[in-house]
């Protein structure tokens, strides 16, 4: 591979940890997908090497998020109907208010379906906090199994 290909990718990779950080992109799938294109184009045992390598990561990563996160919600007692609320009211809170619209409409959300459901603000704010705090944990497993990627792709292009 070229080394303005391999600058690309590096971008592209780059691009997709920032987007999961900032969750405004599928960060992690960007990360992957640029590795396995890396990886096809530069083929050898090398490059199919890390491209099925960074598949596999990236597929326990997304099934890693989701199991912890779903045992976190189901422990404190947050219905999925309450996440669906929160979701919708992130998707506006996204094009309403720039940048921070989503958090803030996702946290509203939750607050505002738990207040209805529960009828007391207390245990409405601890559904909400229950879910921020799934939302971080998905956030931290996505973030780490897509660095394990980026490590690898890394090993990869020395050794390539």
Known sequence: MTPVLEIVVGLLVATGLVGIVVQVLPGGFLVC???VVWGVVTGGAAGWTVAVV?????????????????????RAGVPRGTLVWGGLLGIVGFFVVPVVGLPL??????????????????????STWAALQATGLTILVELAGALLVTATW???VVAA
């Open 105 to 126: 409409g996702f946290a509203l959300g939750v607050w505002a379906a738990e207040l209805v459901r529960l009828r007391e603000s207390r245990p409405a704010w601890a």
């Open 33 to 35: 997908g640029s590795v």
């Open 54 to 74: 960074a598949v596999l990561l990236t597929a326990a990563a997304e099934v890693t998020k989701y199991l912890l996160a779903g045992r976190h919600l189901s």
């Open 154 to 156: 890394v090993a990869g």
